[in-house]
């Protein structure tokens, strides 16, 4: 199993979707755990309501989220677990999706997916390709176990 999740094509392509992706979601999850950047720090990110009710209790769901988003974006960076990490940021992305941003359309001006939207599309991207050139999934694997 362990095997699969660092399975790798050894594609150079992977490179700036890790770099960009990974910078993204460490500065955005350091905003909400630590709170730089402006950001609310843990504790107020906790009490901040949900996206849909049923996400019981909040501090859980809220918890989950700013992590989600520092460590997915932290293995994305360095290529280690790099399916892992892509699948942590695009199960956040999806929610942000429907549960944030939908009701504002497409347009990021009127507050809609399109910003969460593009970043989902990178994290399949990874989630289908791993990790890459340049990651540690690649030095894992070892020869024997490299797609081609």
Not at 28 to 36: I, L, N, R
Not at 88 to 116: C, D, K, P, T
Not at 117 to 136: P, V, Y
């Amino acid at each position: 199993m362990f095997q699969r999740l660092i399975a790798t094509y050894p594609t150079w392509a992977t490179i700036p979707l890790r770099i960009a992706l990974g910078a993204v979601f460490i500065a955005h999850g350091a905003q909400k755990v630590f709170g730089v950047w402006g950001g609310p720090g843990f504790n107020k990110w906790l009490a901040t309501p949900p996206p849909f009710a049923f996400m019981r209790p909040t501090w859980f769901w809220m918890g989950s989220a700013a992590i989600f988003e520092l460590l997915g974006g932290a293995l994305v960076l360095l290529g280690l677990l790099t399916r892992v990490g892509a699948a942590m940021i695009a199960i956040v992305m999806l929610v942000a999706i429907f549960g944030v941003h939908w009701s504002g359309g497409f347009f990021l001006q009127n507050r809609g997916y399109e910003y969460a939207f593009s970043l989902l599309c990178a994290a399949l991207a990874l989630l289908i390709a791993g990790g890459g050139k340049f990651s540690i999934d690649e030095s894992l694997m070892g020869r024997r176990g490299r797609r081609r």
